[in-house]
């Protein structure tokens, strides 16, 4: 374990590079306007993949940095599912043929907070404006504490083959510092009925870094999922910036773990999954060896969006619902933030967009080294820069940054191919940062590295 490393680069405040660059540098400078150009020349013979935001929630966790908000009715969800469908019917329109879809990702909040009917309603919308492949990966995110037998089989009956189960700690001590009590037992449950309805793909969610959290829960919460046998871990940090969701000020910021004891909690628990069979994907993945995220990484297929780590090769993702995030070849695009808003424009035929970000031939050339470092924990500089004309002398933007980690072993020059040293594979976004050409340029405050 590189505790030295933990603590010299843990106070860092860097992007999760789920996009280059990332969302703090979209502007209102690219709009409506601009998403329906880029739409009309989407190639339609590629598979193009849909996020859709749903953003409420029953109940608030305290430790969430998602855009969602608290509802007891059905009514607020029913109405906002209705712009869902009609914004899905304006993109394609947009778009003008019906695109081929090879991934559809329901985020959150809590997507299944809709009920079993609203849902299998936005599924058949989905299906009549764009063409979703039979073969197509249908993923939901779900509260285990809210799911339903009735949700569950809508979810089955809709197609969907993938669930990402919020487990985040069992520890009764953690959940009460979180505001989320949840058991054993109602995620053996959720699963089940998953399982039932023919659900097979469950990914379990997990956080470290929480309050109150130590080594020894996290490996307590470790061995009881492993018994539940998912396919694959998201293991994230928490990140902590109560000046951007104001209700993280309920966490007791004296009772956070330091960047060494977070440092701990992630090893630990990196060692525990990989000693059970899964194999570690990037930074925070981790699958067993026959998943597809684990096929993609020995195939160097791996890739890296707004969802973390995946298999998904389609260059234009199609972004849906408030504050929803898209890419297309050009650059990104934004959909207002706010749900009052975002109904608001949808209600008078208009796309949803804000703000976003073109893409320069700089951008691109920076992108494809980070996402490479970020997924293959490598990179072949001289490779990357044939393949975009560029100078190798140019390709560093933090030179001191990189030496310094060099100097201290985090990272290895073979030639020209940087590598980050296999127990250093936690600071790969501190590495990743050498080469960001927008770092500190926005007042943006972005989680810790470790």
Known sequence: MRSNLAITYGQDRLPRYTSYPTAPHFSAEIGETDYRTWLRSVPTRRPASIYLHVPFCRSMCWYCGCHTSITSRDEPVAIYAA????????VAEAVGQRLPISHIHFGGGTPTVM??????????A???????????????????RTLTEPMAEALGYSGVNRASLGVQSFDPVVQHAINRSQSLEQTAEALERLRRAGVGRINFDLLYGLPAQTVDSCLDTIDKCIALRPGRFSVFGYAHIPSFKKH?????????????????QSEAIARALTDAGYVRIGLDHFALPDDNLATAKRAGRLRRNFQGYTDDSAEVLIGLGASAIGRMPQ???????????YLARIAQDRLATVK???????????????????????????????????DPSSVVVDRSR???????GAVTMRGDRLCVS????????SVAAAFDAHLGRTTARHSRAV
């Open 83 to 90: 712009g869902l469908r009609t914004e899905a019917h304006l």
């Open 115 to 124: 009920t079993p009917e609203t849902f299998a309603d936005l599924i058949g």
């Open 126 to 144: 989905l299906r009549h404006s764009f063409f979703v492949q039979p073969d197509a990966e249908i993923a939901v995110e779900i509260d285990p």
């Open 422 to 429: 296999n127990d250093a594979e936690f600071l790969v976004r």
């Open 356 to 390: 976003g970000y073109m893409l320069t031939a700089e951008d691109r050339f920076r992108s494809d080294i980070i996402e490479r470092i970020m997924c293959d924990m490598a990179v072949d500089l001289p490779r990357i820069c044939r393949q975009h004309h560029r």
């Open 331 to 341: 650059g990104f695009v934004q959909n207002a933030v706010a749900t009052r808003d």
């Open 248 to 264: 993280q000020r309920m966490i007791d910021e004296a009772s956070l773990p330091d960047s060494l004891e977070r440092h701990r």
């Open 402 to 408: 990189l030496d310094k980690l060099i100097a201290d």
